[in-house]
Structures are given as C-alpha cells and as structure tokens.
C-alpha cells in the first residue's frame, strides 16, 4: 500500500495524464460528471456521478461501420481503431461491480470487440465511500463500499490518500507513481473501513432483502398481482435505464450520409414502448408488461443465467432520479415482501 497528501493528489493526476487519458468526476451545474483531467478541473466531493462510468466501455452512441454504395456494389469500411489507454478515478464499489455484469454480457461468446478493446485498454481507480447516501443498498447485493475493488483501491482521509494495487495493470501504474506515494501500512484504512461498515449497517434500505428474487422465481413472480400498481404510474419516460450502471440494451441504426451510410448503435431502454416492435407486432404492447420485464431481468431472468448475480448493483440512481419516485427497492419491498422492516 502507498499513500500520498491530499496536497500532492493534483501532481499525481498530472503524472498519470502524461502517459495516458485521465477522467474524474467534477462538479458540473448539473451534478456530478466525469471530465478529461486538466489544469483547473476540481475533483467533485459527490457520492455518484450522474451518469455511471459504463459510458467509458459502453458509449451512449457509438459507430460500429460505414458502408459505400456504387450501383449493386456494397463496400464495408471496418472504423474500429485500437483504443488508447485511460484512466477512470474515483468509481465507487457499486459502479465497480457493474462491469462485472457488463462484462458477462459483452465478453462472452460471441465476444463484443468494441467494449472488449475499451476493457483491455481501460483502468479503474475506485474509491471508498466514507458517506455513503440514505438511497445506497449495494450491500443487498453483497457489495463492500469500504472495499471498492478496480485495479486500484483507493480510501480518502482527511489529509491523505491511500492507494491498494489489486490486479497486474494497477501495481504497475503504482510503481509509476512511487516517486509521488511513499510506502505506508494499512492502519488508517483498515480504521476507515471500520467506519464504513458501521455506517452502512444503519443506512435505511440494510435490511431489503433478495432472498425472494433470483433464478427460478420466473413462474411464481411473473403474473403477481402486484405488477399492475406498481406499473401504473411509470411514465416510460427511459430515465431509470439510462442512469442505470447495468443496463446493456441499445438499438442499432443506419444513417445516411449523403457519401455512404453510417452503422452506430445507441442505448435503449425496455420501458419504451417500441422497444420490442417487429415487422409483426409489439410482443410487449402495455406499460405494465414492460415494466415487469425491467424488473424481472434485474432480479430473476440475469441471476439464473449467471450463476446468481443480479444485475443491480445498489448505487441508488434510479431512486433519485426517477420523475414519480418508482424504483427497484419499491418493487423489491412490494412483490418480495417488506423484508427490512
């Protein structure tokens, strides 16, 4: 472990950007964002950016091919380049965990070659979340804020930084750094941790419970009663799938350039309402049947596909950002049965 003064953190974020990309979260007049690392760029104090750092691997639009048309011929141009190395600070445990589920999507056969070059050139730098939020339940599904994981963990005091390699990518960007980080022990942090938890423990959603979700719950779970309020007032409006660090659908669209035709592919969201329309039909025609789909995929379809990892992670973005208060903790809490109370 290596540490460094919060005075000398500017010079750190400078030595990385010589070598490659840096991106931090700054405050910005619409919250949290991430930004590219320069001179005047202040690290922001908040708990969560806005937006999840999925952006990074899983743009929100991103060019897949381009096609030239002369008469019957058809040439397709392959635009993918070699992705330069970067650098994400400051990613929560929540957000960590969301490249896990990311990952199972993307990087299984037949493996994703857009995210999995962003992957393999990427580094995240987590962060300990010393004031976790009142809309925070990440250790419903077994994830440790004080123990945020990425290639490099670090925890934030008053006046220091502490810095934790974990994987191979981040003892090297450390050892980088050594002339800036001097050697220490794990006292500090180990105490921070210990706070952490303690404050975690008394958070208001530490009980919810996914003991009611998970693989094989399809048939008892798909036709309760209970989806038909809970559905009612959603607005479809997309909102909790675009703030949301798991979500992976999008569409692809062709564009026409005027000099050939443009393949990019962009998120969507399985709350709108021609998310499922075909050249036959809607398969998923009310709000009602979209809504369960979310849900259920979150808590049910993804853990039995996976070896039961739910694909949420707890950071509580749709519990703050959704226009009418609908999230996944009332669904939890309404079709699983108040568990934490």
């Known amino acids: 472990m ?47 950016t ?65 995210y999995a070059n962003k992957r393999e050139h990427g580094l995240i730098i987590s962060m300990a979340c010393t004031k976790p939020s009142e809309t925070c339940f990440c250790q419903t599904f077994d994830i440790d804020a004080s123990n945020p994981g990425g290639d490099i963990s670090c925890f934030k005091t008053e006046s220091e930084i502490y810095f934790k390699a974990n994987t191979e990518k981040g003892e090297k960007l450390l050892a980088k750094l050594s002339d800036l980080t001097e050697e220490c022990d794990d006292k500090e942090v180990t105490k921070q ?10 958070l208001p959603l530490a009980g919810l419970s996914t003991e009611k979700f998970g693989g094989g719950k399809t048939e008892e779970l798909f036709d309760a009663p209970e989806w038909e309020e809970l559905s009612s007032a959603c607005l479809g409006c997309g909102t909790c799938t675009f703030v949301c660090p798991t979500c992976q659908c999008y569409d692809i669209k062709d564009f026409n350039t005027n000099k050939g035709v443009l393949r990019f592919r962009c998120w969507d969201s399985c709350m709108y309402s021609d998310f499922t329309k075909m050249a036959h039909g809607n398969s998923r025609n009310s709000q009602k049947e979209r809504f369960r789909q979310r849900f259920m995929h979150k808590l049910v379809y993804y853990p039995e596909n996976n070896d039961g990892l739910f694909s949420c992670v707890g950071c509580g973005r749709c519990l703050a950002k959704c226009p009418i208060s609908m999230n996944i903790v009332k669904v939890m809490k309404t079709i699983g049965g108040k568990s934490d109370e």
């Open 50 to 114: 806005n937006k999840s750092p999925k952006d990074f691997f899983f743009p929100q639009v991103e060019n897949l091919m381009e096609f030239k048309v002369n008469g019957k011929e058809i040439e397709v141009i392959d635009t993918r380049s070699e992705h330069e190395d970067f650098v994400v600070f400051g990613v929560r445990a929540c957000d960590v965990k969301s490249f896990d589920v990311l990952d199972r999507v993307f990087l299984t056969e037949p493996c994703d070659s857009y």
């Open 193 to 202: 941790q210990e706070k952490i938890k303690e404050i975690m423990k008394k």
């Open 2 to 48: 290596r540490k460094c003064s919060l005075d000398n953190l500017n010079a750190v974020f400078n030595k990385i950007s010589e070598e490659m990309m840096l991106f931090v979260p700054a405050d910005t007049e619409n919250g949290a964002e991430y930004r590219k690392w320069e001179e005047g760029v202040t690290l922001s104090d908040k708990l969560n």
